[in-house]
């Protein structure tokens, strides 16, 4: 089983830029996909962006679309996720989660990590 884990939260400015990481550990990642995802407090969780782990072909939810880049370094079984133009509603936690198949929805996803806490202030 493959176990994921996200680094990279925090403190940042509205405007600014943070760089969050996702490390498939257990084994080799060889599903066909890893994505993002974020919930906020009292919000459904939303689907940031996602991976096709072979190809690298990339899908991205409406609200970042632009603003997010979303990449994996198949060498190092990590998924990273740039952030830049960051606004006040970006808070919220951020999760990495990997699927067999290549989708926005989370309920195609079977391997989720812990979350980190990504917060904009103004």
């Known amino acids: 089983q493959v176990q994921l884990r996200e680094s990279g939260g925090g403190l940042v400015q509205a405007g600014g830029s943070l760089s969050l990481s996702c490390a498939a550990s257990?084994?080799?990642?060889?599903?066909?996909?890893m994505g993002w995802f974020r919930q906020a407090p009292g919000k459904e969780r939303e689907f940031i962006a996602a991976?096709?782990?072979?190809?690298?072909?990339?899908l991205y939810g409406e609200s970042v679309k632009g603003r997010f880049t979303i990449s994996r370094d198949s060498a190092k079984n990590t998924m990273y996720l740039q952030m830049n133009s960051l606004k006040l509603e970006d808070t919220a936690v951020y999760y990495c989660?990997?699927?067999?198949?290549?989708?926005?929805?989370?309920?195609?996803?079977?391997?989720w990590g812990q979350g980190t806490q990504v917060t904009v202030s103004s």
């Open positions: 991976i096709k782990w072979n190809s690298g072909i990339t």
């Open positions: 257990g084994r080799a990642f060889s599903g066909n996909s």
């Open positions: 989660a990997a699927a067999d198949i290549f989708s926005r929805r989370d309920s195609s996803y079977n391997v």
